[in-house]
């Protein structure tokens, strides 16, 4: 009898091990942890309409979670918030009267970017909106991301572990807004005036999906076990449009050779690129 109650203490101290080795393996296996990404962001649009004007610097963060595949090679994903920007200038033919020009309507007493209708033309429209040229549009933008990222890494080498990264960012739109710099088209008084518009919310003028490719390089320093502080440096090229192909808001006006007018719906590609700095702890 007490050689069986020896067996089983023997017995329920390797289970004991057993489990937190395996725990200790596990840990090992699936790693976690906290980044932030600083980021410079740009546009390139596509076709003549519009045009590249500059840069925007963004912020961003969230979770890591990596799985570890091989001793050189874990999957990466996670879940973060994502800012986009950019500067972009649409190219008008001017304020004259005949000029092909991109425009939209506001209303000053909403404080608020007006739908396109191309059948509202009542006289009530025009004098409840003031009808602005887009000259130039600086975006700010709002994401929630989830990257899917295959890592390789180098063994140790004393604290340091190098990587290199590639992958797809996939981000799903939250909100949007824009600064933009207009010219008053109408009312009649006042025909020509600069104007700036702040904050404008165009987050349906914004693509609800977008994906963009990801790759860079980084390195991990141990600090006590398996937690790692992460730096890394990464180039995301954007492959989908980020806004909607037409725009909910702004109006399209070009003229024929017999200098009849027509309306449409503005036509718009942009595709995000951005650098992207990533500094985070690996647990």
């Given amino acids: 009898m007490k050689n069986m109650k020896k067996i089983l203490t023997i017995t329920a101290l390797a289970l004991i091990a057993n489990v937190g080795l395996a725990q200790e393996n596990e840990a090992k296996n699936v790693r976690f942890g906290l980044k932030v ?50 500067k972009v200038k649409y190219n008008n033919g001017g304020v004259a009267a005949n000029a092909s020009t991109m425009s939209y309507y506001y209303n000053i007493a909403d404080d608020q970017i007006q739908e396109y209708n191309s059948s509202d033309t009542t006289a009530a429209y025009y004098l409840a909106n003031t009808h602005y040229q887009l000259n130039e549009r600086q975006y700010k933008a ?38 933009d710099k207009v010219t008053v088209l109408a009312p009649s008084t006042g025909i020509g005036g600069s104007d700036t518009k702040t904050k404008v919310d165009v987050t349906k003028d914004m693509a609800f999906f977008k994906a963009s490719l990801a790759f860079g390089l980084g390195a991990e320093m141990n600090l006590s076990g398996t937690t790692s502080l992460v730096f890394g440096l990464n180039y995301n090229l954007g ?13 399209k006006k070009t003229y024929d050779a017999a ?17 992207v700095l990533t500094i985070g702890v690996l647990f």
Avoid: H
Wanted: glycine fraction near 12%; avoid cysteine.
């Fill in 239 to 251: 492959f989908m449009n980020s806004v909607k192909k037409e725009s909910d808001y702004i109006e």
């Fill in 37 to 86: 990404t600083p980021s410079v962001n740009w546009y390139k649009p596509d076709g003549k309409l519009i045009s590249g004007n500059g840069l925007g610097m963004k912020f961003g963060g969230g979770l890591i979670l990596e799985f570890r595949l091989a001793k050189v090679a874990a999957f990466q994903t996670g879940l973060q918030i994502d800012s986009e920007g950019g």
């Fill in 259 to 275: 200098l009849s007018p027509s309306y449409e719906k503005m036509p718009q590609v942009l595709k995000s690129n951005a650098v």
């Fill in 142 to 179: 709002t994401y929630i991301t989830l990257p899917i990222m295959l890592k390789l890494k180098t063994k140790e080498i004393g604290t340091m572990t190098y990587f290199g990264q590639f992958g797809f960012n996939t981000s799903f739109r939250w909100k949007a807004n824009v600064n």
